[in-house]
């Protein structure tokens, strides 16, 4: 199945990193068009002119956009069917690693996610999608499943980015929207995001943690997170949580509190 052909895609911070990565690979994969919804004006002028020389001139628009602020992610929404007529997939990628700035980086990965969501539930691919079905990718992180101890904070709103997913990803809304949600977690890759990790975080105790971490960390390329991507919109079943790491892409199931519950040992055994 391809069910990115011929769509149309919005992606937040799409103007860098990963999710410039995210652009080319699915119109590799046959994407009529996407929007690079990003706040930096430099790097959406950037990304737009490496698109526009790798697949032409009607293939991308980028709308500057901060996604913590809700009508100006309503406009990239906006200004897409105003270009493109449709919109179909948006991957609700923009994100920052800084525990420094903690208010700020609950608002762009947790309270952007939100925006997002909600703006293609109550309106843009429900109403605008191109044929029977709307997909929303949050983009999360293996920081999401575990402790990751440098940065508290940053974890903390990858976990909320995966509870929002599958809480939407329930059946019980598909039938009533027909929006596919999906949680793709990447691990540790080689972008912007990673560089200068040490001086965005909460202090100098966290630091030494990074430290201790960065000598053992195995870093993949932006491209393999965006292969990956292709592989969970075409074959990722609702609520599904999938990670990239490693050149490999796989699903995990998130057990039930009752299958996690910590039994107290018999004392007669
Ligand atoms: N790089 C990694 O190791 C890694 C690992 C796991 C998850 N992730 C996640 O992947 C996503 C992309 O990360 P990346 O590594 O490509 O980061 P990056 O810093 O390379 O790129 C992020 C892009 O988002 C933009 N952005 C930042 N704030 C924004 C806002 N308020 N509104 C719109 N755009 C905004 C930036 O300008 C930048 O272009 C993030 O959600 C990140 O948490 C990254």
Redesign the pocket.
């Known amino acids: 199945m391809n069910a990115v052909a011929g769509k149309v895609a919005l992606i937040?911070?799409g103007?860098?990193?990963?999710?410039l990565c995210y652009a080319k690979e699915l119109l590799r994969n046959g994407l009529k068009a996407v929007t690079l919804?990003?706040?930096?004006k430099e790097?959406g002028h950037n990304a737009l002119k490496q698109i526009q020389d790798e697949f032409g001139p009607d293939k991308a628009i980028f709308v500057k956009?901060?996604?913590?602020d809700k009508g100006q992610f309503e406009d990239a929404f906006k200004t897409t069917l105003e270009k493109f007529k449709n919109i179909d997939i948006l991957i609700n990628?923009?994100?920052?690693?800084n525990d420094a700035v903690w208010e700020r980086q609950i608002g762009?990965?947790f309270v952007?996610t939100i925006y997002g969501c909600l703006l293609a539930l109550d309106n843009y691919l429900i109403k605008y999608r191109t044929d029977r079905e709307g997909i929303v990718v949050n983009?999360a992180?293996?920081s999401g499943l575990e402790r990751f101890q440098a940065f508290p904070i940053y974890a903390g709103t990858k976990h909320a980015v995966i509870g929002l997913t599958r809480a939407w990803g329930m059946d019980m809304h598909y039938s009533r929207t027909k929006i596919r949600f999906l949680a793709l977690c990447?691990?540790?890759?080689d972008?912007?995001?990673?560089h200068d990790c040490l001086e965005r975080n909460l202090g100098p105790a966290y630091q030494d943690i990074m430290k201790g971490h960065l000598p053992h960390l195995t870093i993949q390329s932006?491209e393999n997170v965006a292969r990956a991507l292709i592989k969970v919109i075409n074959e990722g079943q609702n609520g599904s949580v999938w990670v990239a790491e490693h050149n490999e892409t796989y699903e995990i199931d998130i057990p039930s509190r009752q299958q996690l519950r910590i039994r107290m040992k018999d004392p007669d055994l």
């Open positions: 937040t911070g103007g860098a990193g990963i999710g919804a990003e706040i930096n790097n956009t901060d996604v913590t990628n923009a994100g920052i690693m762009i990965n952007g983009v992180s293996i990447p691990g540790v890759t972008t912007p995001l990673l932006p």
